[in-house]
C-alpha cells in the first residue's frame, strides 16, 4: 500500500509504502514521513500482483509546526 503525499503549505511531496497486514508480504508494517509542518493531501494506493488500484478519495490532516 502507498501513500504519495503533498505538504500544501510547503510544496513538499514524497511517498511511503507499507504492507497493509502482518502475513509473509514483503515490506515494513509501520512508516514515518517526513511531511514538515502544515496542511498535508494524499492518496493511497494499492499496489498487487494484479496491478495497483487506487482507493476513490483523498487524505488530508494537519502537521503542528
Do not use: E, K
Not at 514524497?14 to 515494513?28: A, D, K, Y
Not at 498535508?40 to 487524505?59: D, K, Y
Amino acid at each position: 500500500m502507498r501513500f504519495d503525499y503533498t505538504n500544501t503549505a510547503t510544496l513538499r511531496s514524497g511517498s511511503g509504502t507499507v504492507r497493509p497486514c502482518p502475513g509473509p508480504f514483503s515490506g515494513p508494517l509501520r512508516l514515518r514521513l517526513h511531511t514538515g509542518p502544515g496542511q498535508i493531501v494524499g492518496v493511497t494506493t494499492i499496489i498487487s500482483s494484479g496491478g495497483p488500484w487506487q482507493l476513490p478519495g483523498i487524505a488530508t490532516f494537519g502537521v503542528p509546526g
